[in-house]
């Protein structure tokens, strides 16, 4: 009954390695989103997927590639991991587009903790 | 520009009223959200209201936004210690993209 889920939900790795997160929600949504959660917990938005096209694009180092194969799926590639990587990962859906009179919520996974040795 | 402010952090005996404060800048904004985020778990949407509503209550929480002011609020009466989390406040804007802007987060102790 998972609405939005996450693999792997830990990560651990060493500098310059290439690692995948894998999002997946069976909402029926059309939008998702990854975000980065800081180890102060601030959390702010990297990308956005509507029915896979990629329509926010945070300044994100392109070492960060999402790749959505279908609208129920959105995983992050990171190339050459840097130690500023650790973080923790979340994926979101939400149902688009929006209407003004009406809010979309964002649904949330339960998170990938990566950390970068 | 976009932000939002939260005060870092809350402590309120079990049984009190909670009120966690948030401050946005943008005056485009549309929907203002509230979740909750626990231990090592993901967020929860809490509630939203629309900008051009001043309260909202939903069982034991109250929203207030002062669209004047930009200041949007969150009580919870009759605080539980299942209550301790982070709260997130949060905006979307106008633009068609789903975007929210979110807050640093208020976490919230409660004591028994």
């Known amino acids: 009954d998972t609405a939005v889920s996450q693999t792997p939900k830990y990560l651990v790795t060493q500098m310059g390695n290439d690692k995948s997160i894998k999002c997946e929600q069976n909402l029926g949504h059309d939008t998702m989103y990854w975000y980065k959660q800081d180890s102060k917990k601030f959390l702010k938005i990297m990308f956005s997927?509507?029915?896979?096209?990629?329509?926010i694009n945070e300044t994100v180092p392109n070492r960060f590639s999402p790749k959505s194969p279908d609208k129920a799926h959105l995983n992050l590639h990171i190339n050459s991991l840097e130690l500023g990587d650790s973080a923790v990962y979340f994926c979101a859906s939400s149902q688009l587009p929006y209407l003004q009179d009406r809010s979309y919520e964002q649904y949330f996974g339960p998170g990938t903790r990566l950390t970068v040795t | 520009g976009e932000d939002v402010e939260q005060s870092l952090f809350l402590s309120v005996r079990e049984g009190d009223s909670s009120v966690i404060n948030c401050t946005y800048t943008?005056?485009?904004?549309?929907?203002l959200y509230w979740y909750k985020q626990e231990p090592g778990a993901g967020l929860q949407l809490l509630t939203y209201i629309f900008s051009n509503m001043d309260m909202k209550q939903d069982q034991r929480l109250t929203v207030l936004l002062n669209k004047k002011d930009k200041h949007l609020s969150l009580r919870i009466a009759d605080t539980q210690t299942g209550d301790s989390a982070i709260y997130f406040c949060a905006e979307s804007l106008s633009s068609n993209t789903g975007k929210l802007i979110f807050g640093q987060g208020t976490t919230l102790q409660v004591k028994p």
């Open positions: 997927y509507n029915n896979k096209e990629l329509i």
């Open positions: 943008d005056s485009s904004s549309t929907y």
